[in-house]
């Protein structure tokens, strides 16, 4: 086998984890595998021509043994003339526990440091051997490709992992033949925590049944990293053809044209879609992507799928995915002055109205009323008072110019397929006789222009919506 730094070497130049001058940064816990870290690093310094400095984060969580890890890891960086950089932290809950909260303390260090300028890198040192378990792990735990590629060779925020081709029991080996300490954490050894469990009892299990089980968990992780990498493409592709951002925020798409996709780009989109809404696909397990997905398997069709942090809704051809109660209905009963003439936003930021007055030309007036941006006309004369800005609620009717008789907005959303959550802030302009105005229906009977060659000159309230 080769040696462990021309490995670290190889990986290193393989996975373009150093510029050279890089000021890096290395974390270590005080543990063998950190302190291996340090050391191989140090080796690599003049190749890479590195700054290196020293991390310890003290999670206060073991006493006095916390303190002495941090003692420990201060005298070996001043043993090297390193900086030093200590952290301390006090760990509040959260959802993921205590090694969740521990976790995400260290990665708010180490990216504080990369982002304020101190540093370009921070190296930490997981091994292959973490690598295996964490491929385990997300196999317990429930996960897909995505979780299958395990620990990053490096990061967007600037970690790297130059000891993930190295075994475990092999940095502690190195130590021991260059009669080097390390710190041992004891609660590494609790069975409390599911990710110790896997280490001390599901790896030795495996290890005994194929001896490559290591190398072959880590070979998974990187197989689907690269695969990942190639599907990462293929989604954007999919998502710029496919999803329509919209407020909230919120993303919109065809479900024909989700459903006529492959199954597995299909689960990708629909994936691509909750992380745009949420930020995140944490708690995102199998069966809410197959939920929302489920929406899209019929030609047509009405349905609602509440999953952690979204709200999915099909109405007709379309799924939307929103951020929950982004429909509350007291965020549309709000009622504003129409300026006229002049802009007034919409309620909620969800575009403006513009007007103006001014005369009926004799060329009349025929223009597309559900193109948003075009001029609708009304009589001015007929308007009869102030004009209010609202949105549409159960009940509204009037009659549209052009239809015989007054029908309920309801029907008219219904045959004209406006899915359920656009009805919801569908803008109504109305007076003291009524509604004189709404988006895509136009003025009504009463107050609409009229014929240009019979009343040219008469006086016009022009609207159009910018959205």
């Keep these: 086998m080769k040696a462990l730094l021309q490995r670290i070497v190889e990986w290193t130049d393989r996975q373009a984890l150093l510029t050279r001058g890089d000021r890096v940064g290395v974390a270590v816990s005080g543990g063998a595998d950190s302190v291996c870290l340090l050391h191989q690093m140090r080796e ?44 301390r932290v006090t760990l509040s809950d959260t959802d993921g526990g205590t090694e969740q909260a521990a976790r995400q303390a260290r990665l708010d260090f180490f990216h504080r440091l990369v982002r304020t300028g101190l540093l370009d890198k921070v190296a930490t040192g997981h091994t292959l051997s973490d690598q295996a378990e964490t491929v385990l792990h997300r196999l317990v735990r429930g996960s897909g490709g995505s979780g299958l590629r395990g620990i990053l060779p490096r990061t967007a925020e600037g970690i790297i992992r130059p000891m993930l081709p190295v075994h475990r029991v092999e940095t502690e080996a190195w130590l021991r033949e260059r009669g080097m300490e390390w710190r041992t954490d004891e609660t590494n050894f609790s069975r409390e925590f599911l990710r110790n469990r896997i280490r001390l009892d599901l790896m030795p299990r495996l290890v005994e049944l194929n001896p490559r089980a290591e190398i072959l968990l880590s070979q998974t992780a990187e197989l689907s990293g690269d695969e990942e990498s190639y599907w990462q493409a293929v989604v954007e592709e999919a998502a710029a053809a496919h999803l329509r951002e919209l407020p909230g925020p919120a993303s919109i798409a065809s479900s024909e044209a989700i459903r006529k996709l492959p199954k597995a780009l299909a689960r990708r989109l629909v994936r691509e879609a909750v992380r745009r809404v949420r930020g995140d696909l944490r708690q995102i397990e199998f069966e809410h992507i197959e939920a929302i997905l489920a929406l899209t398997g019929t030609a047509e069709g009405h349905g609602r799928v509440i999953v952690p942090g979204v709200d999915a809704m099909r109405s007709f051809d379309w799924l939307r995915l929103s951020p929950p109660g982004m429909d509350r209905v007291e965020s549309r009963v709000q009622i504003v002055p129409l300026g006229i003439p002049g802009s007034t936003a919409l309620p909620g930021g969800r575009g403006v109205i513009e007007t103006r007055l ?110």
Excluded at 48 to 75: C, I, N, P, W
Aim: charged letters at 30%; aromatic letters at 10%.
């Design 44 to 87: 690599l310094a003049p190749r890479y021509e590195l700054t290196l400095s020293v991390l310890h984060v003290d999670h206060q969580l073991r006493g006095a043994a916390s303190r002495a890890d941090a003692e420990f890891v201060g005298r070996l960086a001043a043993g090297m003339g390193l900086d030093f950089h200590l952290e």
């Design 358 to 467: 001014g005369c009926l030309p004799e060329s009349g007036y025929n223009e597309d009323q559900m193109e948003s941006g075009h001029w609708e006309r009304l009589d001015w004369e007929k308007l009869g008072g102030p004009l209010e800005l609202r949105y549409w609620l159960p009940g509204d009717q009037y009659r549209p110019a052009g239809r015989k008789s007054a029908e309920k907005l309801k029907q008219m959303f219904q045959d004209a397929k406006v899915p359920l959550w656009e009805r919801r802030f569908w803008p109504i302009i109305e007076s003291s006789h009524g509604i004189v105005w709404t988006r895509g229906f136009g003025p009504s009977a009463l107050h609409a222009a009229g014929d240009g060659q019979r009343s040219a000159g008469r006086r016009i309230l022009e609207i159009r919506e910018i959205r």
